[in-house]
């Protein structure tokens, strides 16, 4: 199978918006691979690589030799090009690896190489991505999507899956089992507003648990042996020693632990998100500390698919209360609210509203968890959009994002996140008039356009020259009320980290 099969598929799946069509799309691409290319085929689909680096990022990309004219590249040739890639290292890999891809992206055609950059740099928006992959696994396959769903809780790749179901059928994802050691997806969680808008619907004792500003882990303990995986399932105990030794000291053999790392003062006091995602964060003094809401193995029981309160009563009698998030049970929406302002001025990043009966529903976001953080937002200018991908192509999609700075402004980031179509039409036509420049991937624009954006924090920053970034920034409304010598100054920006 071509790469150009892939190109072919998602582009088409993009230009839809039928998920039953996304569906029919992917299954039958899905029956038509070959069995060993199976696998990959589900990946690349799933907006993923098999590897898990490759020492390839959007600048190693950004400049491609010409297409070729004709598809010759097959999935398991890409595969094995990518994985010398992730191998790569020492004095002179870097020439190595950019002799490599240009080797590699001179062979695939204009489809192909705009495919398979998305790919490596996580960049394809087709919609739903992993739901919809597993409902055309199901239908490739021609077994229950239940029985898939599951099999997904214990397996973070989708590509085995895809492979299990289609060669071994129902049989097969049977056989997908909780594992020590074998890290899965976590549970998301859906939003709302506020808290009280978060439980409107919902009747009886919920539980309102703290969200920290932290890195989501996973730990699973085997005896001595910890491991911690990340929220992308990248093991990363190496970074994290006070991680390790806290869970290596608890008195159970057997764990799989959920939560967050996150550096705090010696009062307890979080500190901000980058120290704790910084590699250095424990040479510095404040070694990341574990902090558990979860539990979903202990000693040789399975607690995945129990009920929210027996998990957490589990995890109560195995984790000190020091190593827990604090929660709170109640059947008050006041009280829950008054528990939120109260973390919230802790300098905590918010809260999840959960229902104690609900099982553990891994990789899936869902209503059995609602996180609710208080929204800031900031007026604005755009100073250059980028041209979109998939099914935005043709479109001016991802904005830079600047603030008053003097006379001038600073750049704090970008962001596509939060645009309907209709907005994405009209930034396209907006931007057009506003150009003064277009290298074919960035538009620059006359610093004219305010728009309202709203965001969950502010972070320091190298990369930008303001010293700062904008956390999780996504677009409310473009506001022609306002010109750009309204806009937020980069200094009122800096007074909110």
């Not at 998920?19 to 038509?32: F, Q």
């Not at 899965?184 to 409107?200: K, Q, T, Y």
């Not at 209503?367 to 998939?390: N, Y």
């Amino acid at each position: 199978m071509h790469l150009a099969d892939l190109a072919t598929t998602s582009a088409a799946v993009a230009a839809t918006r039928s998920r039953l069509e996304k569906r029919a799309l992917i299954a039958d691409l899905l029956r038509a691979a070959p069995e060993d290319e199976i696998e990959l085929a589900a990946t690349y689909l799933s907006g993923t690589l098999r590897q898990r680096r490759t020492g390839v990022g959007w600048r190693g990309l950004s400049d491609l030799p010409a297409p070729a004219a004709e598809p010759t590249r097959s999935l398991l040739e890409v595969d094995a090009i990518l994985e010398a890639l992730s191998r790569m290292s020492g004095t002179g890999s870097s020439l190595a690896r950019k002799t490599a891809l240009a080797d590699l992206f001179g062979s695939l055609t204009d489809a192909e190489q705009e495919f398979l950059r998305a790919v490596m740099t996580g960049g394809v928006r087709q919609g739903a991505l992993d739901s919809v992959m597993l409902d055309a696994i199901a239908a490739a396959a021609d077994v229950p999507l239940a029985a898939v769903r599951r099999a997904a809780m214990f397996s973070a790749p989708t590509g085995p899956i895809a492979v299990s179901a289609l060669t071994g059928g129902v049989e097969a994802l049977a056989d997908f089992a909780l594992v020590v050691g074998r890290p899965i997806r976590p549970m998301l969680a859906s939003s709302a507003p506020s808290v009280g808008e978060a439980v409107a619907d919902w009747s009886g004792t919920f539980v309102v648990d703290t969200k920290l500003d932290g890195i989501r882990i996973q730990v699973h303990k085997s005896g001595n042996d910890v491991q911690v995986f990340t929220r992308s399932l990248d093991e990363i105990g190496d970074r994290l020693p006070a991680v390790v030794e806290a869970v290596r000291a608890l008195p159970v053999d057997r764990l799989i632990l959920d939560g967050e790392a996150l550096v705090v003062d010696a009062d307890g006091t979080p500190r901000p998100f980058q120290e704790t995602a910084s590699e250095t964060a424990s040479a510095a003094g404040r070694a990341a500390q574990p902090f558990f809401f979860d539990v979903l193995a202990a000693d040789g029981d399975s607690l995945i698919e129990s009920p929210g309160h027996e998990r957490w009563a589990r995890l109560d009698a195995v984790v000190p209360a020091s190593m827990r998030t604090e929660r709170l049970v109640t059947q008050d929406a006041d009280e829950a609210t008054a528990f939120f302002d109260r973390v919230v001025a802790a300098r905590q990043e918010g809260v999840i509203v959960k229902d104690p009966d609900a099982p553990y529903a891994a990789g899936r976001r869902g209503a059995a968890w609602v996180k609710v953080k208080p929204r800031h937002t900031l007026d604005l200018v755009v100073l250059a959009v980028e041209w979109g991908s998939g099914r935005r192509r043709g479109k001016l999609s991802n904005i830079h994002l600047g603030a008053r700075s003097g006379d001038g402004f600073v750049m704090l980031g970008k962001t596509f996140k939060g645009m309907t179509d209709e907005m994405l039409a009209w930034q396209t036509e907006r931007f057009t008039e506003l150009k003064t420049e277009d290298d074919g991937w960035v538009v620059t624009v006359r610093p004219e356009q305010v728009v309202e954006i709203a965001f969950d924090g502010v972070q320091r920053s190298t990369r930008y020259p303001g010293g700062v970034a904008l956390r999780f920034a996504r677009v409310l409304r473009y506001r022609d009320d306002k010109s750009p010598a309204e806009a937020d100054t980069i200094e009122s920006v800096q007074a909110l980290r």
